[in-house]
């Protein structure tokens, strides 16, 4: 298993500003994955976030809303910019550990609220 | 495309009782992998079990078993025993092979003391 922490766990912003969250691994991972979770709703995936390259978003989600950092293997940020409301949602990262079935593992999640 | 469907919004379950939460799931691909997820209140998720398609016997993980029916394309998680701490939401995930996974909408569990 891998051991994932998130910074910060929850937060409350107001519109308009940005938030950078942090996840750490415990173990070097290839692949690290953004998903939003608004609230009430399933986990939607925002991008894949692979070291040394640009991150690869999926549809609906740009980075210049959400942009991602990768600057080592056990490291990942995600800013959340301009925020909205409808930004207000859990955030979470995952690792994938390379078992023969490509499970992935989780970080507690930040709580993100937007007034 | 790949898709999953969880059918039951909310359910409730006596403590020491059992529990199945329904899972169906679409897909062309032959080989896929069927994950199930708890989501306590706190909002991290736990993986609780997996089913590969072309397993032959049932997934199972101490209280957790996985009711695998591949031609009608159903992976039910059976919770046996059902404790107060089994109360949170439950999803439903497949992938084939890739890191995408796809989720269902959930299932929040109750269980009455």
């Known amino acids: 298993s891998a051991v994932i922490s998130q910074k910060p766990s929850r937060d409350i912003c107001q519109r308009g500003t940005s938030l950078t969250i942090q996840c750490q691994v415990d173990s070097q991972v290839t692949m690290m994955f953004w998903y939003r979770q608004q609230p009430g709703q399933s986990l939607t995936l925002i991008a894949t976030?692979?070291?040394?390259?640009?991150?690869?978003?999926e549809s609906g989600f740009v980075i210049d809303k959400f942009p991602i950092s990768r600057p080592n293997l056990t490291f990942s940020t995600l800013t959340v910019s301009n925020m909205s409301p409808e930004d207000s949602s859990i955030y979470l990262c995952?690792?994938?550990?390379?078992?023969?079935?490509?499970?992935?593992?989780f970080g507690p999640g930040t709580r993100l609220t937007v007034l | 495309a790949q898709k999953i469907t969880q059918t039951q919004p909310g359910m409730f379950v006596q403590e020491k009782e059992a529990v199945t939460l329904d899972c169906t799931y679409d897909t062309s691909d032959p080989s896929y992998g069927l994950f199930w997820y708890k989501q306590p209140s706190s909002g991290e998720m736990i993986f609780l079990i997996y089913q590969g398609s072309y397993d032959q016997q049932n997934a199972t993980e101490g209280r957790y078993s996985l009711n695998f029916q591949k031609a009608r394309k159903s992976a039910n998680l059976v919770i046996s025993a059902s404790q107060l701490g089994d109360s949170a939401m439950y999803f439903c995930a497949i992938n084939s092979g890739t890191y995408k996974y796809i989720f269902g909408t959930g299932t929040r569990l109750k269980v009455l003391a």
């Open positions: 995952s690792v994938e550990k390379g078992t023969s079935y490509n499970e992935q593992f």
């Open positions: 976030a692979n070291q040394g390259s640009e991150a690869t978003y």
